[in-house]
């Protein structure tokens, strides 16, 4: 499994990578490893906001849907669409290809609370 060093995660299995204000969020590879094949990802091609903590969309494997929390409030700037066709980029690389939503983050603050590479390990029982 792959835990990069340069984002952030949450307890619920989001991951963001900041550059500057902006962040890239997506489902991390234990997440989706646990999910299974992923063949739907739903986030509102016309969403303008997210708040943190909150729900911005659903991610659905072969057996389950989950929701996707939101770690930072903000800005929508683009949501991934291709997607759309080839939601198994998220199984297959879901800290590149398979990132979700593009924000500019409203207080770079929010993210104090995530957590780093070693803390989200411990998390999940693979320190």
């Known amino acids: 499994m792959n835990f990069p060093d ?3 995660y949450t307890n619920n299995h ?3 990578k900041v550059e500057g204000n902006v962040g890239y969020i997506g489902v991390t590879d234990y997440a989706q490893g646990e999910l299974g094949d992923v063949v739907f990802v739903d986030i509102d091609p016309d969403l303008k906001e997210i708040t943190k903590g909150n729900t911005f969309g659903t991610i659905e494997a072969v057996k389950t849907v989950s929701d996707l929390f939101a770690p930072c409030s903000g800005k929508i700037l683009e949501v991934n669409k291709e997607l759309t066709n080839t939601p198994e980029d998220v199984n ?13 983050i409203n207080d770079i603050n929010d993210l104090n609370d995530l957590l780093g590479s070693d803390d989200y390990k411990k998390l999940i029982g693979q320190e």
Do not use: A, L, R
């Open 6 to 8: 340069n984002i952030k």
């Open 14 to 16: 989001e991951w963001i």
């Open 92 to 104: 297959n690389d879901p800290y590149g290809k398979g990132w979700m939503v593009k924000v500019e």
